[in-house]
């Protein structure tokens, strides 16, 4: 199954933002991580906060100025379960297909320029035909000298096991029938 388009829409949270119930307390959650400044600042035990059926579908990423792209710090192990790849320490530009890399590189972008919660929404078409929507969570996150430069991601985790998992339950089932064949 492979990604062959996808359109975005951003959207900074609000109180009136139509979101989960475990999507808004992962807002709270960080919005208590601030602790009165704008953005709090990344530590890896933060994950332990948020709820745990969201973790092992998030992805962390940083923006490494010299290497001119963002680095997965972090990539959660039900997502190297179902897409059967672990992004972790890789750099966002070997993520497949390209214009997946793309449009992630392009909310990645925006959520730390805008420094704020960042609900996105994008309809992606698959490689058979049929489409999906995809709803993430991206929460902006400063390095130890304040710069704003790691965003944590976090999916809708049942549309994310019906998105995944049953397209490479189809994927590996068509694979198989056309070895068998």
């Known amino acids: 199954m492979k990604i062959l388009n996808a359109s975005k ?3 900074v949270i609000t109180p009136q933002t139509p979101i989960t119930g ?10 208590g991580l601030c602790d009165g400044a704008d953005v709090p600042v990344w ?4 994950l332990l906060m948020f709820p745990a059926r969201l973790v ?3 992805n962390v990423t940083r923006w490494e100025p010299g290497a001119g792209d963002y680095r997965f710090l972090f ?25 997946y890399a793309d449009l992630v590189r392009t909310e990645l972008n925006e959520v730390l320029a805008l420094a704020k919660p960042v609900k996105s929404s994008a309809e992606v078409l698959l ?3 049929t489409s999906t929507q995809v709803d993430k969570v991206r ?31 189809r994927a590996d089932k068509n694979e198989k029938e056309s070895a068998e064949g």
């Open 127 to 129: 490689s058979d035909g």
């Open 139 to 169: 929460l902006p996150f400063a390095d130890e000298t304040g710069t704003v430069n790691t965003v944590l991601s976090i999916d809708d985790v049942k549309q994310f096991l019906n998105r995944y998992y049953l397209s490479w339950v």
């Open 75 to 99: 990539w959660g192990s039900g997502r190297t379960d179902m897409m059967k790849f672990d992004y972790t320490s890789q750099p966002l530009k070997s993520l497949e297909p390209a214009v």
């Open 43 to 46: 530590q890896v035990d933060h």
């Open 9 to 11: 829409n951003c959207a």
């Open 56 to 58: 092992p579908y998030a």
């Open 22 to 31: 475990l999507f808004r307390r992962s807002v709270e959650i960080w919005e």
